[in-house]
């Protein structure tokens, strides 16, 4: 099966976690990699427009959560 993008990271937020807009349907809780296939965080919050929601993503680690991650797309891995 492959991977479903989930979006780019587009913002971290103060407390580290990742913010993406998705065109996907997600699920709070749902693990996120990276493109390798590595677990990057999961879901904790799906907010704003329904036909294309904002999703919030904690991070596995804190050696995931820095700038870094800026522009990086994130997949479901279900």
């Given amino acids: 099966m ?19 807009r998705t065109d996907s349907k997600v699920k709070v809780g749902s693990t996120v990699t990276d493109r390798s296939q590595r677990i990057v965080g999961r879901i904790t ?7 294309r ?5 904690a991070p596995k680690n804190k050696k ?8 990086k797309k994130l997949y479901l891995n279900e």
Avoid at 6 to 14: A, D, K, L, M, Q
Avoid at 46 to 51: E, T
């Fill in 64 to 71: 995931n959560a820095g700038l870094a991650m800026m522009g």
């Fill in 2 to 20: 492959s991977p479903i993008l989930v979006g780019e990271v587009e913002n971290i937020t103060s407390e580290g976690q990742f913010i993406l």
């Fill in 45 to 51: 919050r799906v907010f704003g427009p329904v036909k």
């Fill in 53 to 57: 929601p904002y999703v919030s993503v």
